[in-house]
């Protein structure tokens, strides 16, 4: 065995009130892949963090290829060979692709007036772009590119520092199957370099494929180890959560296809040339799915209301209905719940009671006067219901953990009468216990006889899940699979789709370069 | 923000003692006075009105720079309409808080539909309407000198209900009712909702860009109030030195009142305390004889020490807050299990 090139030892971090990280260890070793699973809140992060220079550990050692180093700050992190790809982006959008690469860095000319070497950037920013698969001119303003780009900007960043260690926390959350296949790929020639790689993931199918060794946190400790034969998904649950999950496909259903929900030649104003026709039936979980920035969450935006639509229907049992704000949606029975939980779902600064019976709160008042005692009433029994892990409804919603956020954006919609509840990516940044929950809670919705729209880009989910998928593509519908049509080829085949054209001609020079 | 008022008011009155002898600061003759007091309170009234006024807007995020300058051009307007076209005082009065209204619900809707800088609008504000009232008066300081006819609105302004100075008395009513409004009501949780985060209100059904409006609509019915007792507190306006600066006094009120100019935050009770604090203080000011021209400066001190303590205890109780909590979530037994088939049952009687 090789020296390692990092050795974490006994590494604690205390935060107000949490003991972050107890006594952590982590071995790396030259050109190996490991990776850091554990539930939310587990510490992943925090370590990855003090490694990173952005915290610093309260007691532990750290070495760097086999000498004792104290990382107080990003540049001697950077210094030393680490390179951290954040879990949220860090970049600076108002710049473009090549400036966020060299940011800090920038090759300078000029002697002392220090101008920037603009020429070499770009050349320079070409080259690491390429390798990460991107084809977009570094010139390009940051901010013109998807979350998926911007993310790929972020690998290109790290590798373009030359580490020896690169962390990546969470790279693929948002990134589409075949451009995680070809970061996979990528880690794999990293590796071949004699780069070590920390890998930090929630989808266990990336892990398998990509981990030489995987290492668990639970609670701020060592929960244990794998070796590569060991990895298995079972076997990883059980190192994240401390038990086996029970996450049993349950049997489709088949929707009534005389009780739905018509959304008819409905056209959203971000993709005003694509008209949108699909139905969502009674009983059953239908799935929106795509590759990210394919008009998914802007459609059920739309149809929420916080966009006016520039034309078409829902149809509620054969009526149209009017929707020109989420008031009005509301009032009809259709829910969202949001993609970002924590800038459009929750109140985060409000409590769990004040988020719960905030879209009804005429309810929850005598004599025009809120009354506390009808609201906590309320949000007790949703936070019953739903099992909302929280000290009390008078916490803050910011202190709850992902899933337990999620359950509470939940609870404001099971407090009023549903009848269509669409969930933007309901798992996103929801940790492996509570993703079966929520699971098993929109089935219970979809079973009560409420019509449920999912919008998903996690694979698993979708074919998991949903009992019927209707596939998009840059603002169009591309394609709907019935239960026994499931596959991930299918979804993907319709996900890239050519769509049907019978627009314009500007359309299909446009679809033609982005084919090229 | 209690804490802090007491603070600064013992901290004064310690102060003062060391030098003077514990016995002489709040029995001075010259602060015990009845006529000091009674002024005291009289302008804790005046101006804790527009201060609550200023606290809505600030609750939702908002900022109103306009409201010196309202103050100016609606004491010429009231002035002109009672002195020169003779209107009965309760039209004149109707229309001077319709208009005051009206400038609000301009600001509104400029913010909340065009979607411009709440800053930047009462700003425009600021300029326009002092030079507006300057115009109107050519410049001219104008009044109600000895006239009769509206004796009330001057009672309200200087005299005293029940020995007490009645706009004080028109305060502490505001405040009750606004107590009611901001903490109690839907509308008031509405404010907080906004002013937490617009788009999360947003999305939870609140019609939001009504919601800011009315604040801002608000906010003007308080200071076209304020505006006819200050009016006719001074008796007299110039138009290019009537209100000036007064936004700030709110704005100063409102902050040392606990709230947040990021939105989200504060109280009727704390903007009432803000506003005594500062009149308190530039009461003391003035009867301590220090240079007039340094009232800015040890206003501008204790402000800032006051926040700065303020942040520095409010860290320190979430610190302890979020301990808390973690150890309640750690005694708080997992009961998943159980609420697994309860919930089922549940979920499924909706719908």
């Known amino acids: ?516 | 923000m209690a804490i802090i008022f007491l603070a600064v008011f013992f901290g004064y009155a310690l102060l003062e003692g060391f030098q003077r002898g514990f016995a002489t600061t709040f029995t001075d003759p010259i602060f015990l006075g009845s006529g000091n007091l009674l002024n005291l309170t009289r302008s804790v009234g005046i101006f804790g009105i527009f201060s609550v006024a200023m606290g809505v807007v600030i609750i939702t995020g908002g900022i109103d720079l306009s409201v010196g300058a309202v103050f100016a051009l609606l004491g010429v307007i009231l002035a002109y309409l009672l002195t020169n076209y003779n209107w009965p005082w309760p039209l004149a009065v109707m229309a001077v808080i319709l208009l005051a209204m009206a400038l609000g619900l301009i600001h509104g809707v400029l913010i909340s539909r065009v979607n411009l800088q709440p800053f930047v609008v009462t700003l425009c504000g600021l300029l326009a309407y002092r030079g507006f009232a300057r115009f109107l008066s050519s410049d001219q300081t104008v009044g109600f000198g000895n006239r009769t006819g509206y004796e009330l609105l001057r009672t309200l302004a200087t005299g005293s209900i029940f020995n007490l100075p009645a706009p004080f008395i028109l305060f502490v009513a505001v405040c009750i009712v606004m107590t009611f409004v901001l903490h109690v009501s839907v509308y008031g949780r509405y404010l907080f909702a906004i002013g937490r985060n617009e788009e999360a209100a947003f999305y939870s059904g609140i019609n939001t860009k009504l919601i800011v409006t009315s604040a801002y609509v608000l906010c003007g019915f308080l200071t076209g109030i304020s505006a006819i007792l200050l009016g006719f507190y001074t008796n007299s306006i110039s138009p290019a030195s009537h209100g000036s600066f007064f936004e700030l006094y709110a704005i100063a009120a409102a902050v040392l009142g606990g709230c947040s100019l990021r939105g989200g935050e504060g109280s009727v009770l704390g903007i009432f305390l803000g506003t005594a604090m500062i009149q308190l203080l530039r009461n003391i000011v003035n009867l301590q004889g220090i240079d007039s021209s340094l009232e800015f400066v040890v206003m501008g001190g204790v402000i800032l020490i006051a926040v700065t303590f303020d942040q520095i205890l409010a860290a320190r109780r979430r610190a302890l807050e979020s301990r808390l909590d973690l150890k309640q979530e750690l005694e708080t037994p997992d009961g998943e299990a159980a609420i697994t088939a309860d919930g089922a049952a549940r979920t499924r009687g909706i719908g």
């Open chain 1, 1 to 516: 065995m090789p020296d390692p090139v990092l050795e974490l030892k006994g590494i604690c971090k205390r935060f107000p009130g949490v003991m972050a990280l107890n006594d952590v260890n982590l071995t790396v070793f030259t050109g190996e892949v490991v990776a850091l699973i554990g539930e939310n809140g587990a510490g992943k992060s925090t370590l990855m963090k003090i490694l990173g220079g952005i915290y610093q550990a309260d007691g532990g050692i750290i070495r760097v290829g086999g000498n004792e180093v104290r990382i107080r700050h990003v540049a001697d992190a950077q210094r030393l060979g680490i390179s951290l790809i954040h879990q949220e982006l860090n970049n600076l959008d108002n710049l473009d692709i090549g400036g966020n690469i060299f940011l800090g860095r920038e090759p300078l000319f000029g002697g002392p007036l220090k101008f920037i070497d603009r020429k070499k950037i770009v050349e320079q920013s070409r080259v690491y772009l390429q390798k990460v698969g991107l084809n977009v001119a570094p010139t390009r303003p940051l901010r013109s590119l998807s979350i998926a780009q911007q993310q790929l900007t972020e690998i290109a960043k790290a590798l373009s520092v030359d580490a020896r260690i690169i962390v990546m926390d969470e790279p693929t959350s948002c990134l589409t199957l075949t451009e995680t296949n070809r970061l996979l790929s990528l880690i794999g020639e990293l590796k071949a370099a004699g780069v070590s790689v920390i890998y930090i993931s929630h989808r266990l199918m990336e892990v398998h494929a990509c981990a030489d060794r995987v290492v668990g946190l639970r609670d701020g400790k060592n929960s244990g180890q794998l070796a590569k034969a060991e990895v298995n998904h079972d076997s990883m649950v059980r190192l994240m959560i401390g038990r086996n999950l029970d996450l049993k496909k349950t049997k489709t259903r088949i929707g009534d296809v005389n009780a739905r929900i018509e959304i008819r030649e409905f056209v959203s104003p971000f993709f005003p040339r694509h008209k949108i026709t699909f139905d969502i039936r009674r009983g059953e979980i239908l799935c929106l799915a795509g590759l990210v920035g394919a008009g998914r969450s802007e459609l059920v935006r739309t149809i929420f209301g916080t966009v006016r639509s520039l034309g078409g229907d829902v149809l509620v049992g054969g009526q149209p209905i009017r929707v020109r704000s989420p008031k009005d949606a509301i009032a009809h029975g259709i829910y969202l719940v949001p993609e970002d939980r924590r800038k459009t779902g929750l109140l985060t600064s409000m409590t769990v009671r004040e988020n719960v019976t905030l879209p009804d709160l005429w309810r929850f008042t005598r004599l025009a006067l809120i009354s506390y005692r009808k609201e906590l009433a309320a949000a007790e029994l949703q936070r019953k219901r739903l099992g909302i892990k929280t000290a009390s409804c008078e916490t803050l919603a910011k202190s709850l953990s992902g899933g337990n956020q999620q359950k509470v954006v939940l609870a404001k919609w099971l407090s009023l009468s549903p009848k269509l509840i669409i969930f933007d990516e309901p798992t996103r940044g929801v940790d492996v216990g509570s993703k079966a929950e929520v699971y098993r809670l929109m089935r219970d919705l979809a079973d009560s006889g409420v019509f449920v729209l999912m919008v998903s880009s996690d694979m698993e989910e979708v074919l998991g899940v949903s009992d019927r998928i209707v596939v998009m593509r840059e603002g169009a519908l591309t394609g709907t699979l019935a239960a026994h049509e499931f596959s991930e080829e299918a979804v993907m085949k319709l996900a890239v789709a050519r769509i049907r054209s019978s627009k314009k001609p500007v359309s299909n020079t446009m679809e033609r370069i982005l084919e090229n």
